[in-house]
């Protein structure tokens, strides 16, 4: 089965930094494409990164590009999300997907989806 658990979220202040942890089961890693994305109540969900596994090429939304990096640990079988210079709009419930193709973990509606991990950037 198939399956995707994010960590790594919780409580920052404006400046600071988190890294999310997407860790993988049931399938191997390097099959997939995996991507970020995030949603606020209320609020149409954002693509926020994804990352291509045949070529490690990336692709970031614009409201977090310098700010933010992906990249995969196909050992530990594993996707990261390092963010930095957090920014208030950045709090939302932040999810993992993978799918067969990039196109849909970078633009479109992945077919797997982890539980989400709330990240809140606040004073």
């Known amino acids: 089965q198939l399956q995707l658990v994010e960590s790594g979220g919780g409580l920052v202040q404006p400046g600071g930094s988190l890294r999310l942890s997407c860790a993988a089961s049931g399938f191997t890693l390097d099959d997939y494409q995996i991507g970020w994305f995030r949603q606020v109540p209320g609020k149409e969900r954002e693509a926020v990164s994804c990352?291509?596994?045949?070529?490690?090429?990336?692709l970031y939304a614009d409201s977090v590009k310098g700010r933010f990096t992906i990249s995969r640990d196909n050992t530990k079988n594993t996707v990261y999300l390092q963010m930095n210079s957090l920014k208030p709009e950045d709090t939302a419930v932040y999810y993992c997907a993978a799918d067969l193709w990039v196109a849909s973990v970078c633009y479109g509606s992945p077919d797997y989806w982890g539980q989400g991990t709330q990240v809140t950037v606040s004073s």
């Open positions: 990352i291509d596994s045949s070529d490690g090429s990336t």
